[in-house]
């Protein structure tokens, strides 16, 4: 695996990966290196206040220089209402925390996550209880090797 390396002027630490959701939002985070992403857990939001508390917490405990927010993406390419809103929360997030975000299409992580929890034979009970911070972990490894290919585009596919 080749390594990243943060871009010039990007401040050292790990990054954070947003499975954006009005409910659940899951989490992951990469090592210290930026090399691999793995899942963290989920949030359940709860209101601005403790939301805002919890994630401020997180970046501090976590080191966390970056935040990489999936952004819900029609096949098509266009974005969603659902988009709009992680865009939103990505704002937010930057204001409360004082970190950067940048956004990475998500498309089929969730799909990704899903089927790799049933090929797991879990219950669907465990499924739910995993799906999100997967998915999150999907999206963050995927942001991670588009940023060691150099793609310019998040999401980009390889011709």
């Given at each position: 695996?080749?390594?990243f390396f943060p871009k010039p002027g990007?401040?050292?630490g790990r990054i954070g990966g947003v499975d954006y959701g009005t409910v659940r939002i899951g989490l992951a985070v990469t090592d210290p290196d930026r090399t691999m992403a793995s899942p963290l857990e989920i949030y359940t939001r709860r209101n601005?206040?403790?939301?805002?508390?919890?994630?401020q917490?997180?970046?501090?405990?976590?080191?966390?220089?970056?935040?990489?927010?999936g952004l819900p993406i029609h096949l098509d390419g266009r974005e969603s209402r659902k988009s709009q809103e992680?865009?939103?929360?990505?704002?937010?997030?930057t204001e409360i925390t004082a970190l950067p975000v940048e956004f990475f299409d998500e498309r089929f992580s969730s799909a990704q996550?899903?089927?790799?929890?049933?090929?797991?034979?879990?219950?669907?009970?465990?499924?739910?209880?995993?799906?999100?911070?997967?998915?999150?972990?999907?999206?963050?490894?995927?942001?991670?090797?588009?940023?060691?290919?150099g793609q310019q585009e998040p999401g980009a596919l390889d011709d």
């Open positions: 695996m080749s390594e990007s401040s050292p601005p206040q403790l939301d805002a508390k919890y994630f917490q997180l970046a501090q405990e976590e080191r966390i220089a970056l935040w990489v927010v992680a865009r939103r929360f990505g704002q937010w997030l996550a899903e089927e790799l929890l049933m090929a797991a034979e879990l219950t669907s009970k465990k499924r739910k209880q995993r799906l999100d911070k997967l998915a999150a972990q999907i999206m963050l490894s995927g942001y991670l090797e588009s940023e060691t290919k």
